[in-house]
Structures are given as structure tokens and as C-alpha cells.
């Protein structure tokens, strides 16, 4: 920390890794009542310029298949120091991508352009959400960005909340 009450920023050149799983390559097309007119490039591009804002690198993979998104997560390991997730419908049932989140040792920040808790009851439950520093959800398009600044701020060592690592330290996962 540099000075009382503020963060150094985060090193330069960290790297982001930005996972998008089932249908959200449909983004724009597919209910965009719900989900927006944004196109999931589009996503990534305000995702990226976010990223650069705050000196960090982004990296995007997007995949319909649980399993290349879990391999994803265990490629980030020692590489990335931060994984932004949305994976779709796999948040409510994915517990092999819970258990790769968990074992991943940086921040991790789970995404949704809708508010799951406002939609189908079977979305409300997220087996992502014990494993992730923080959810931003229902704020469409713009989650993209908060996401990315929530990472930068979570990097740079700013106070917030518990950690996810503090709470699994003390059985509260």
C-alpha cells in the first residue's frame, strides 16, 4: 500500500482472463430483452479498453462445452492473475467449474448481463458465487466494464469484503 487509505495500482501487464461459456457467442441475437443488443465482440471490446485503462492485459476465450471452460481455468493457473467468468447456464449446475475456480489462486469475479435473481428460480442458485471474490449481475453490457474494475481494484490490494480465500480458510465456503 502507498499512503494511508489508498492501493498501489496493480502491476503492469497482469493478465485478465475473460471466460464466456454456452451461448453467450449468441449475445445480440439470442433474447435480447434479457440479454441486450450488444454482440459478445462488443463485450470484449469494453472489456479489453477497461482492461487497458487500469494497465492490465485481457485475454477472452468463449466455448458452449463445460469442459474446455473447467481445461481454461486450469491453463490459468500461474499465468493469470485474474479470471472474469460468465458461464451462462453452467453457473447453476457446474460443479466441476466450481472446483477448478477454487483451485485457482487469484481473483476470481463472476459476471451476468441479466440478474439471475430476478429471472426463473433455477437461476438463482450459483455454484460459481462460493469460489468468486464478487457477481456483477444485471447491469447488462456495462457489467463488462465493472467487472474488469472490480478485478483491478481487487488487484491493487484495495479493502473490500472478505476474500474468497479468507472465507475458505475459515470453512466458510
Known amino acids: 500500500m502507498s499512503g494511508e487509505g489508498t492501493a498501489d495500482p496493480p502491476r503492469e501487464g497482469m493478465l485478465v482472463l475473460l471466460?464466456?461459456?454456452?451461448?453467450?457467442?449468441?449475445?445480440g441475437i439470442r433474447d435480447p430483452?434479457?440479454?441486450?443488443?450488444?454482440?459478445?465482440?462488443?463485450?470484449?471490446?469494453?472489456?479489453?479498453?477497461e482492461a487497458g485503462r487500469h494497465g492490465l492485459l485481457l485475454e477472452h476465450h468463449q466455448t458452449n462445452h463445460e469442459g474446455d471452460l473447467v481445461e481454461l481455468v486450469h491453463g490459468a493457473s500461474g499465468r493469470a492473475d485474474a479470471i472474469v467468468v460468465n458461464a451462462?447456464?453452467?453457473?447453476?449446475?457446474?460443479w466441476s467449474l466450481h472446483d477448478a475456480l477454487a483451485a485457482f489462486d487469484g481473483v476470481v469475479v463472476e459476471l451476468h448481463l441479466s440478474n439471475p435473481q430476478a429471472r426463473e428460480p433455477w437461476r438463482h442458485t450459483s455454484v460459481v458465487a462460493p469460489v468468486a471474490d464478487g457477481?456483477?449481475?444485471?447491469?447488462?453490457?456495462?457489467?463488462y466494464r465493472l467487472a474488469v474494475t472490480a478485478v483491478a481494484e481487487l488487484l491493487a490490494?484495495?479493502?473490500?469484503?472478505?476474500s474468497r480465500k479468507e472465507r475458505s480458510s475459515k470453512g466458510e465456503r
Open 157 to 162: 490490494g484495495e479493502p473490500g469484503p472478505v
Open 88 to 94: 451462462g447456464a453452467l453457473t447453476h449446475y457446474s
Open 135 to 143: 457477481t456483477v449481475a444485471g447491469f447488462g453490457g456495462l457489467g
Open 19 to 27: 471466460l464466456s461459456g454456452p451461448n453467450l457467442d449468441l449475445s
Open 33 to 49: 430483452s434479457i440479454y441486450g443488443e450488444q454482440t459478445l465482440a462488443e463485450h470484449v471490446a469494453a472489456a479489453t479498453e
